[in-house]
């Protein structure tokens, strides 16, 4: 009952963080990876929606926008 459950979380936690560590590590190095450098990239830097008004948006667009 109660004790296989701890026992089942205590298991999957320690599954959880091996997995986590061969994620975020190179197999032969066992340097961080591209995975671990994303991770924390993703911590620092949280999505921002920049919204800008340009009060003379044609003027803009004909000199920075893109010619077909």
Not at 44 to 51: E, F, G, M, N, Q
């Amino acid at each position: 009952g109660s004790s296989c459950n701890s026992l089942y979380k205590s298991l999957t936690s320690k599954i959880k963080r091996i997995l986590h560590k061969a994620y975020i590590t190179d197999a032969l190095t066992e340097l961080y990876n591209r995975n671990k450098f994303d991770e924390d990239i993703k911590n620092i830097i949280k999505p921002r929606v920049i919204l800008v008004n340009i009060d003379r948006f044609k003027h803009f667009n004909d000199y920075f926008g893109v010619e077909f």
